[in-house]
């Protein structure tokens, strides 16, 4: 439902102390004890009526409603059977139907609807409902005149600010940051990612082994939010499916998630939820940090480095303290609260005393599902993005076949493509050896739009991101010549007006606006 419809529905969310004193933008939606509640509402056009839940969503044009087709089903067995009433020998279906609006006559639309609130609610399952960056720098955008005026107009926020990271080893190639993990500006020394020195087939032969890096590259310039990379990582890892209940609770498993963020080019927190936004997605999976705040956290040392610069995970040493996921600033760790791989929909609390996942007849294998190189885990540990480091392995060791005995054994570019890049359809992300400056990864992270998230906190991160850029046309009414998200940062910065906000060119930075 469109926000202007929603306002004179009077089926706005609340808002709480924080918004009412400007220090946080109003949610979209209601949230009550963290999960979203949303107003069930009757449509009626035609003498047919459907009813469903009303989800308000910015952008969505003046007094119209969308409704989604394929999530409501009346008949569909087990599948389409909610857990509850399935438990209870009941087969009323899923969801909400609204194929009944639909006609060869009308196929694609229907005026004249009529709406009405039913006064019931009901929970929906829905993992982001906070819309706003809060003037932080999380997503970076730009215009091709930014880009031809200065080349590192990705550098915003605090990176502009803060003293460099890498401090006086700033200049060093990407290659040498990613193998002598650099000091910088941290507090202690990193141990390099070299050969291990207790293996004896190896010594006097260091200079001739070379271990690989990997890294990613996110391009937000052509990511469409599309989910492709979500499902296809849920298939290759065996991510378990934890049904809506466990969702509710915010146990999703997800390894990568797309965060979505409106910007109307408010200055200021309000209450208004935006109208007309730009919006942009935003892959965010385990970043690989070369400093990982997590692994410093975990007394089991279940969450390391490994010499390839991956952050790894031993499941079996995971006690499930959920200090890693406490301290990653990127919110990618997910915890197995349940055996989710092991028991039933529906029977998860009842552990080994409830039925396990076992074979009934030919149709229901869930063990076919699973990928036979990923292991599947267990209650009680912790999981996350591990940049398919079974497809890393088996390049490896196609490499090395291939190699017999020439010694090239070093994986090809291109020879890996995570499952992510794999499935996503616009080529947004980059996976590869960063130790390479040919390699399409190496390439899309010399970028001048690149940029890494959080990277004031010193994490390092392995992933990073290239900035968007928006074509802007200065001839279109009412025509902003710098992106809203910029005008969002700068005003919510202590030393505001903002840089360059409004209808003229960006001023640099120290220049009039500070005048």
Not at 309 to 321: F, K, P
């Amino acid at each position: 439902m469109s926000p202007k419809l929603a306002a004179k529905l009077a089926i706005e969310p609340e808002a709480m102390v924080i918004n009412k004193i400007g220090a946080l933008n109003r949610n979209i939606n209601q949230l009550v004890d963290g999960r979203l509640i949303a107003k069930i509402a009757r449509l009626t056009v035609d003498g047919v009526s459907v009813t469903g839940p009303v989800f308000i969503m910015p952008g969505l044009a003046d007094h119209t409603v969308g409704l989604q087709l394929g999530f409501g089903r009346k008949l569909g067995g087990r599948v389409a059977t909610r857990v509850d009433e399935r438990l209870a020998g009941r087969v009323t279906g899923n969801g909400f139907d609204v194929y009944p609006f639909l006609t060869t006559a009308h196929p694609a639309f229907r005026t004249g609807v009529t709406i009405e609130l039913t006064g019931g609610t009901t929970p929906v399952c829905n993992m982001q409902d906070h819309w706003s960056m809060e003037g932080r720098d999380v997503v970076r955008e730009g215009s091709a005149e930014d880009l031809q005026k200065n080349a590192d107009f990705a550098k915003l926020g605090i990176d502009g600010h803060a003293p460099a990271v890498y401090g006086k080893d700033g200049a060093m190639s990407p290659a040498l940051k990613a193998t002598t993990t650099p000091r910088g500006n941290s507090a202690y020394e990193h141990p390099d990612h070299t050969v291990a020195p207790n293996v004896a087939a190896w010594k006097g032969h260091e200079s001739e082994l070379k271990i690989q890096q990997w890294g990613m590259s996110i391009d937000l310039n052509t990511c469409t939010g599309c989910n492709a990379c979500v499902t296809a990582c849920q298939s290759e890892n065996n991510i378990p499916v934890v049904g809506r209940q466990q969702v509710l609770k915010g146990r999703n498993m997800h390894w990568i998630r797309l965060d979505r963020y409106f910007f109307d080019g408010r200055e200021q927190a309000g209450n208004a939820i935006p109208e007309d936004p730009q919006v942009t997605f935003m892959g965010v999976a385990c970043q690989h940090c070369e400093t990982a705040p997590c692994e410093t956290v975990c007394p089991a040392n279940a969450t390391v480095h490994d010499d390839q610069g991956l952050n790894t995970m031993a499941y079996n040493r995971c006690i499930g303290t959920r200090y890693c996921a406490n301290n990653c600033p990127y919110k990618v760790r997910r915890f197995n609260f349940l055996d989710f791989n092991k028991r039933v929909d529906g029977h998860y609390y009842e552990g080994p005393l409830g039925p396990e996942k076992a074979v009934k007849d030919p149709a229901d294998l869930p063990q076919l599902q699973r990928n036979p190189d990923v292991s599947v885990r267990m209650r009680g540990v912790m999981e996350k993005c591990t940049y398919c480091v079974q497809r890393i392995q088996e390049a490896k060791i196609q490499a090395k076949a291939a190699a017999r005995d020439s010694g090239r054994t070093q994986v090809a570019d291109g020879a890996i493509q995570v499952a992510c890049q794999q499935a996503c359809p616009a080529g947004a992300i980059e996976f590869g050896d960063i130790t390479d400056p040919n390699s399409r990864v190496s390439k899309a992270k010399a970028s001048t739009r690149s940029y890494g998230a959080l990277t004031y906190l010193n994490t390092r991160p392995r992933t990073t991101y290239q900035a968007k850029l928006r074509n802007l046309n200065d001839k279109m009414p009412g025509a902003l010549r710098l992106p809203l998200s910029r005008r969002e940062m700068a005003g919510r910065e202590s030393h505001a007006p903002a840089h360059g906000s409004g209808h003229a060119a960006p001023a640099a930075h120290g220049e009039s606006a500070h005048k």
